[in-house]
């Protein structure tokens, strides 16, 4: 089973997360297919998967390493703390 998905037993609360986690992603995935700019706010940044982070790190022009951590790229995003090349 998927990380991700829905366990039986899991709190509704969970479930609502999860769901929006997946809206957001579509969003953001059917917006880069029509070639639109998306700009996600910082407080999304915690969201995304490592994947994810590394491909907005690329989309910003922000240089991570890509065996950076989760936080690390997400600090980079925000400017936090500076990433070498």
């Known amino acids: 089973m ?4 829905p366990r039986p037993g899991m709190p ?5 997360k999860l769901g929006r986690r997946f809206h957001e992603a ?3 995935r059917l ?5 639109e ?6 407080e999304q940044l ?3 998967t490592k994947d994810e ?7 910003r022009g922000v240089e991570v390493k890509t065996s950076a ?13 500076e990433q070498e090349a």
């Open 26 to 28: 579509e969003q953001r």
């Open 69 to 81: 951590t989760k936080t690390e790229i997400a600090a980079a995003l925000r400017g936090d703390q």
């Open 2 to 5: 998927a990380e991700d998905a």
């Open 53 to 59: 982070l590394l491909e907005e790190a690329e989309r």
């Open 12 to 16: 509704q609360s969970e479930k609502d």
């Open 37 to 42: 700019i998306v700009v996600l706010p910082d």
């Open 31 to 35: 917006a880069a297919e029509r070639g």
């Open 46 to 48: 915690e969201n995304l």
